[in-house]
């Protein structure tokens, strides 16, 4: 099936094309300059920058909770198969 598109609908798609990767190149920049600050900022304080990220995106989508519940169904299993260094001796 051939694709017909008349001069309005490709001006509108060139637009959209333009636009877009802008916004795109946009977002590119800024996670860049994230990227840069945090690894900044992780060294001044002597934090793993993937710490700094993970808390970022935590507090990013509110989701400490959710985050504690995973991490704790995470424990229960390790504990229960005795692995990660946080089991008890029996």
């Given at each position: 099936?051939?694709?017909?598109i008349n001069q309005e609908e490709k001006a509108?798609?060139?637009?959209?094309?333009?636009?877009?990767?802008?916004v795109l190149q946009e977002s590119d920049?800024?996670?860049?300059?994230?990227r840069d600050t945090v690894k900044h900022?992780?060294?001044e304080l002597d934090i793993k920058p993937n710490v700094l990220n993970k808390?970022?995106?935590?507090?990013?989508?509110?989701s400490l909770s959710e985050?504690?519940?995973a991490f704790d169904n995470i424990e229960m299993i390790l504990d229960t198969i005795k692995?990660?260094?946080?089991?008890?001796e029996e």
């Open positions: 099936m051939a694709l017909t509108k798609l060139t637009r959209l094309f333009d636009e877009a990767t802008q920049d800024l996670r860049a300059g994230l900022i992780a060294e808390a970022i995106k935590i507090a990013y989508k509110n985050e504690r519940d692995r990660g260094g946080a089991h008890k």
